[in-house]
């Protein structure tokens, strides 16, 4: 049981570049969200998805695009990319509803986009 | 959103003290509360969580009080251990949206 993976750990982009993150849990989980983190700050909601075949914007949802490719599956793309989208990129996963109603998050990718 | 710079607010312990790390939420909607650990280069595990039905609940060494008047949570570690050393948040949910993230507080126990 991994929780919530995340790929690459680390990346290095040139402005103007396209990259995909991509996300995945094992969790059986209906909700999956997209964050970034900058020094300083909270996460703030980039996209998330209520449930399989749905996806709604968040607080910061500019330069991104998200899919669901299933229910274990969501990745975020970044189809050219701007050095204001320098951060660290965490996936979270959860199951609304379920007693302790907490996110389950992945370790993160670090990008830099110079 | 909230926007506190750079540079988190700090919170320093000797070994073995209790820390209390404070939050002030922004939504009087928001009916649960959960603080996160979050330490270096890694993504954010929960902690305790709490309704807003309670004032107070306790964990293994943690408790969390929510003071609904002043839209105040807190959070208290019982003799902090070097392996608390980490950045702290508070995440409130209005009934039915979304999470909403506070800043973070950074905690250093000193040795």
């Known amino acids: 049981n991994a929780g919530v993976t995340q790929t690459p750990k680390f990346q290095v982009l040139k402005t103007g570049q396209s990259m995909t993150l991509q996300c995945a849990q094992d969790?059986?989980?209906?909700?999956m969200y997209w964050y970034r983190q900058d020094p300083g700050m909270g996460l703030r909601l980039i996209y998330y998805?209520?449930?399989?075949?749905?996806?709604d914007k968040g607080e910061v949802p500019n330069g991104y695009n998200v899919s669901r490719l299933n229910k274990r599956e969501f990745s975020l793309r970044l189809e050219s990319a701007a050095p204001s989208q320098t951060s660290v990129y965490f996936c979270?996963?959860?199951?609304?509803?379920?007693?302790?109603?907490?996110?389950?998050f992945g370790p993160g990718t670090r990008l830099t986009v110079l | 959103g909230e926007s506190v710079g750079l540079h988190l607010p700090t919170l320093s312990v000797q070994e073995g003290d209790n820390s209390i790390i404070n939050c002030a939420y922004s939504?009087?909607?928001?009916?649960?509360f959960i603080w996160y650990k979050q330490e270096s280069g890694k993504g954010p595990q929960f902690i305790i969580d709490?309704?807003?039905?309670?004032d107070k609940r306790q964990g293994q060494r943690v408790t969390v009080l929510l003071n609904k008047t002043v839209k105040h949570l807190s959070l208290q570690i019982a003799a902090t251990q070097p392996g608390d050393s980490a950045v702290y948040f508070c995440?409130?949910?209005?009934?039915?949206?979304?999470?909403?993230f506070g800043p973070g507080t950074r905690l250093s126990v000193l040795p």
């Open positions: 979270a996963s959860r199951e609304p509803g379920q007693g302790t109603d907490t996110q389950y």
């Open positions: 969790m059986n989980h209906n909700s």
């Open positions: 998805s209520a449930s399989e075949g749905t996806t």
């Open positions: 939504n009087s909607a928001s009916d649960y």
């Open positions: 709490i309704r807003s039905n309670m």
């Open positions: 995440a409130e949910n209005p009934h039915g949206q979304n999470f909403v």
